[in-house]
């Protein structure tokens, strides 16, 4: 980024998956993830269920979605310290 700002990436990031047409969520609790085959992703919210051929965890540390991507046969990496907040 060109400032020393997090919210320069924030912006770029919310700019760019609105252009492509991203549907984010917020203040949803994600209960249980499975790979349904032929690259398609289930998403458990509550009662709701949500369909989609990609997903982006962001989970903002220690999560029960480690161990569905484990579950998903993917490598977990033990966390380190981060030197940024």
């Known amino acids: 980024p060109t400032t020393d700002s997090s ?3 924030i912006d770029a990031l919310l700019g760019t998956a609105r252009q492509r047409g ?3 969520r ?3 609790k994600a209960e249980r993830l499975k790979q349904r085959g032929q690259g398609l992703f289930e998403l458990r919210c509550g009662s709701a269920r949500l369909l989609s051929s990609k997903v982006l965890l962001a989970t903002g540390g220690a999560s029960k979605a480690t161990s569905w991507l484990a ?3 993917h490598e977990i ?3 380190i310290p ?3 907040t």
């Open 7 to 9: 919210q320069t990436i």
């Open 22 to 24: 991203v549907e984010i």
């Open 26 to 28: 917020t203040e949803v």
């Open 71 to 73: 579950e998903m046969g």
């Open 77 to 79: 990496v033990p966390d």
């Open 82 to 84: 981060s030197l940024f």
